[in-house]
């Protein structure tokens, strides 16, 4: 019987101890049991089969396995707070710099004080003369307000004169800088005040001025006229003759573009003139900008970006009746300038911000620095060197084309003024237009901009599509409390 269990075990692959035996096999290490094959040699035991957990079983956390990953994460954090510090710091960094560059151009942008300093210590040397230089100078009544300048060489103030709300504009040489003496001593007798010379009789001085306009303007039949404004202009004291600091004032003034197109523009589309000192005139108040982020501070506008700016020309902009009343006294103004008295002149910049208008929404034209006489921009032309019509560029806009056979610019420019103030008119009056209104007027101003042909060729269309653009925006508001 032991013999036949004996066997059995054999064929299982054990082996079982007798009864009665004493001594068992050894346990291997590693706490495993032994097998035997059917050789009767010993064999690995397997390791036993592991059960698998339930699919939706969730297995708990190793203790550190969990502390592991705690340390890999608080390691990481200080990584990412160096990141945003310096992020911070990057931005904080950038932000004052602009804030500096800002600053910095706004504080060029405004030296009143200087150009005051120098008008007046010439008046007191007996240099120049004019018509509010006691007031200024001697009285201090002239007050100045906010800086509009959009260009060091150009101080533009608001102010008050007389309980008027005036303009003040006074040219700063750019060798004047004020940082560089602490007195900011007038230089500038050396450069706008050495004309005439002492002695120069008032013949002299005509023949003088005539010159000068012909070659500004062009040679004209009208400028005789012209000049018999200005020697009358020059006679600031009204005693009936030009002392020498009154030629030398008046000569200044002349070379400012825009005080020459005061004078020869008509003033129902410039601000009047007031009066002057040296080469600094007063105008009446500055007009209405297209919107009422105008008078913020030239440091705020230039902070603004330019499709911001466009929409806030939109949303706080007149009401558009009110616009379309502007807009006539800007194609008003397009028309005078292409068929004025004094010769043809140019629009060089046209932007919103240029244009203006009273209480009563006449239209203003705000800024007239960019606007150029033909003569001027074709001396300006004439024999330039170009590769690409862009070289042929008069300001901001004015463009000729360039002859690339002889690599020389033409001297008439490709775009008139009325496509340019179509353009303009298109994003100031389509939106909020009447809806009966808006299809014909898209298609007037469209028509409008394709005006592409050189200035001096397009007079009959140039005139036939302003007339259609004046006489549709006028029916639309006639008969109303906007006309």
């Known amino acids: 019987m032991h013999t036949a269990a004996r066997h059995s075990s054999q064929r299982h692959g054990q082996v079982t101890p007798a009864h009665g035996s004493a001594s068992r096999p050894a346990r291997p290490r590693g706490g495993k049991t032994p097998h035997t094959n059917p050789t009767g040699k010993l064999r690995a035991a397997a390791p036993p089969a592991t059960p698998r957990p339930p699919a ?48 910095s151009s706004y504080a060029e942008l405004c030296r009143g004080r200087v150009c005051q300093v120098v008008i007046c210590d010439q008046y007191r040397k007996g240099i120049i003369s004019g018509s ?9 009544k002239v007050e100045w ?3 509009l300048s959009s260009v060091p060489g150009q101080q533009v103030y608001s102010g008050l004169w007389q ?26 007798e050396l450069v706008l005040f050495d004309k005439p010379t ?32 200005v020697l009358l202009m020059a006679d600031f004291n009204k005693d009936s003759r030009v002392s020498l600091a009154e030629a ?15 004078l020869s523009l008509q003033e129902e589309h410039a601000s009047r003139l007031l009066g002057s000192c040296g ?15 105008a ?80 003569a001027a921009v074709r001396r300006f032309l004439q024999g330039r060197r170009c590769e690409h019509s862009r070289d042929c560029t008069y300001g901001r806009d004015c463009r000729a084309p360039c002859d690339k056979l002889m690599r020389q610019c033409k001297d008439d420019l490709i775009q008139p003024n009325l496509a340019k103030v179509c353009e303009l008119l298109r994003d100031y009056l389509l939106p909020g237009a009447p809806a009966d209104l808006r299809q014909e007027l898209g298609k007037q101003l469209r028509t409008c901009t394709t005006l592409s042909g050189l200035a001096s060729q397009v007079e009959a269309h140039h005139s036939l599509v302003l007339s259609h653009l004046k006489t549709l925006l006028w029916k639309e508001i006639s008969n109303t409390k906007y006309s």
Not at 279 to 293: A, F, K, M, Q, R
Not at 346 to 368: I, K, S
């Open 132 to 140: 509010i230089c006691q007031d200024l100078c001697n009285l201090h």
């Open 56 to 103: 939706n079983a969730h297995r708990a956390p190793s203790p550190a396995r969990g502390g592991a990953r705690l340390h890999r994460d608080q390691g990481r954090l200080p990584g990412l707070r160096v990141k945003y510090v310096f992020l911070v710091w990057l931005g904080i960094f950038v932000g004052s710099w602009m804030v500096y560059v800002h600053y």
């Open 279 to 293: 080469d600094l005139y007063v105008t009446e108040g500055v007009p209405h900008g297209s919107w009422h982020g």
């Open 248 to 262: 030398k004032s008046v000569w200044a003034l002349l070379q400012r573009n825009e005080f020459l197109l005061l």
């Open 198 to 229: 002492r002695g120069t009789s008032i013949k002299e001085f005509r023949e003088m001025t005539l010159s000068f306009l012909k070659a500004t303007l062009g040679d004209l039949p009208s400028l005789p006229a012209l000049v018999g404004q």
């Open 163 to 188: 309980g008027k709300e005036v303009t003040i504009k006074c040219g700063i040489e750019e060798g004047l800088d004020p940082k560089a003496r602490s007195d900011p001593a007038p230089r500038q």
């Open 295 to 374: 008078a913020l501070p030239p440091l705020l506008r230039t902070l603004l970006p330019p499709a911001l700016h466009s929409a806030l020309q939109r949303w706080l902009g007149p009401a558009w009746p009110w616009r379309a009343k502007v807009a006539i006294g800007l194609l008003e103004f397009v028309e005078e300038l292409f068929h004025g008295a004094y010769g043809t002149f140019y629009m060089c910049e046209t932007t919103l911000a240029n244009v203006g208008y009273t209480a009563q929404y006449d239209f203003r034209m705000a800024d007239l620095q960019q606007v150029a006489p033909e």
């Open 145 to 147: 307000r906010t800086c």
